[in-house]
């Protein structure tokens, strides 16, 4: 998508041929900075750091870090110890595993002296795929927004409230809960999004804000706990959010916080949809809310915020009493039960088992290998 009318994806390929260019997320809305990525141990750290995150963005990451690797060492022991280091890095989102799982497994079926360029090569693949179903993600979408827009009065747009950023910046591009959004946007049916601001480390407020700016989609940023009272009010048309994995039952994780706006959905009536890849699908998992790892990441997300004074220095204050505990969970997990639908590059579908088996078939074979 565009930053200043300038086409970026999130990560790419330097002209180089080999080192792997990436946004430094942990630097915007206030810097727009590109990293450069020369080592598997890099690509690790970008993850585990979250200069990228953001699920369908950490599995091409991390394939990227598969290829780096082979760099340096092409044997099976290098391979195992790339996938482990990658592995380590983050536990919820499963595209990383997903990714993981399809770079080790061609690059077990080929001599050391054909990894080099095949790594590379699956690693492009993985990008252009995540390009190619965001897209259908859009297309499936945008016919949902249009029944809605169909139904607002003239010159009303539709109200989408979103968690998190599951935009173009969590993903290779497009997003997946604003490719619906950007699609509508250009083809000019009138939206406007609520954007939580998603504390602790606010990627509403700083990512998705500032993406769906720069491509000049209205727009309002609010606090978390928000949602409710707009939708109790009916400005809340539709819910759109993304996820980091989809259990094989429908239930759907996601950034802290998504839960409480499902409940608030479901008490107001209001549709709450999420958008995801068929890569954020696990169908090891057969209970999402029980079963699904949720990470704890440290206790400075919570007592520090990090912004821009007003002459224009970045600083970090504390927010919290020095000797308060403090309790960091990444995630929460929303039952299937309070999905409205999921969509997908295959369609909308019901947010069950029967669905998402009968639609990605061939990932209920992968899983059972
Ligand atoms: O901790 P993050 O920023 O990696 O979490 C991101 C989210 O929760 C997104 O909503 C999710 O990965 C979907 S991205 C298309």
Redesign the pocket.
Known sequence: MKVDGRHFRSIWLEADGWSVGAID?RKLPHEFVVAALTTCDEAADAIRS?LV??????GAAAAYGMALAMRDDRSEVGIEHAYDMLFAT?P??I?LKWALDEMRAMLRRLPPSARLDAAYARAADIAEQDITINEGIAKNGFALLEAFAARKPPGMPVNVLT?????WL??VDW???TAPIYLAHDRGVGVHVWVDETRP?N?GAA?TAWELGHHGVPHTVIPDNTGGHLMQHGLVDLVI????RVAANGDVC??IG?YLKALAAKDNGVPFYV???SP?IDFAVTDGVSKIPI?Q?GAEEVTHMTGRTADGRIETVRIVPENSPVANY??DVTPARLVTGLITERGVLKADPSSLATAFPERIAAAAE
Do not use: S, Y
């Open positions: 997320q979250m995150r953001g699920a369908p963005l950490i983050r919820t989102a595209n968690h998190c950023n599951a935009g969590a993903t997003g997946t809960a480390r990627q990512l959010v993304g996820t980091d996601n950034k998504t958008a995801l890849p954020t990470e990441r990444a995630f």
